[in-house]
């Protein structure tokens, strides 16, 4: 008899620290949010069963420290991954300038075997705050550049938040 066993999706987001990587984690799975900043130490995980097209999948969020100093643990963290998430903040032209960095990285330590097709999805969040540094179409150009899907919204109003993990899902299954 053949064994039905859920699909686990390892999805993981990367970017500065700051940009809000762990509050738009914990928006999408536990519905809250807080102002308090609490950097993320290493790594930290989070999962979510959900349906995509009528199958359940369990989603797993891995939550990476935006800080230099855990940038060498990405070799092991980034196997097996089947989307990564790459974040900026929309008020924050550095955090969007080092979208390139992280996503080179990423390719170099994950050793996805197709690289060229392998599905990054780029999310702008705090688009709540006034003092915008980086344009809608500014982030569409380069995510159009890398063959990236584009999301903006916002953990604290819980904007697009879920649009932009179904989506991860999505690509997620197709790696599988
Ligand atoms: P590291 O763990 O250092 O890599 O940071 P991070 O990217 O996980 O950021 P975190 O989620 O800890 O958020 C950093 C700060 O930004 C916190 O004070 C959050 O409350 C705030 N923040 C996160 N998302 C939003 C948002 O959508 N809007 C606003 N206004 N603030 C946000």
Redesign the pocket.
């Given at each position: 008899m053949k064994k039905w066993v859920t699909p686990h999706l390892k999805v993981i987001i990367i970017?500065?620290?700051?940009?809000?990587?762990?509050?738009?984690m914990t928006r999408y799975v536990n519905k809250h949010?807080?102002?308090?900043?609490?950097?993320?130490i290493g790594v930290d995980f989070l999962t979510k069963e959900i349906t995509i097209d009528s199958s359940s999948v369990i989603l797993q969020i891995w939550?990476?420290?935006?800080?230099e100093r855990f940038r060498s643990i990405g070799g092991t963290l980034y196997r097996g991954v089947h989307c990564c998430l790459l974040?900026f903040d929309v008020t924050s032209s550095a955090s969007f300038a080092a979208l390139e960095g992280w996503r080179k990285e990423f390719l170099e330590q994950a050793h996805p075997p197709e690289p060229c097709s392998f599905p990054f999805i780029v999310i702008g969040?705090?688009?709540?705050?006034e003092n915008r540094e980086v344009s809608h179409k500014v982030a569409v150009q380069w995510c159009n550049k890398v063959g990236a899907e584009y999301f903006e919204g916002?953990?604290?109003?819980d904007i697009d938040v879920d649009k932009a993990f179904s989506s991860a899902a999505r690509a997620a299954l197709l790696q599988y």
């Open positions: 970017g500065n620290s700051g940009v809000g990587k762990s509050s738009f949010f807080t102002s308090r900043y609490r950097a993320t939550d990476t420290a935006g800080t974040m969040n705090k688009t709540d705050l916002s953990a604290k109003e």
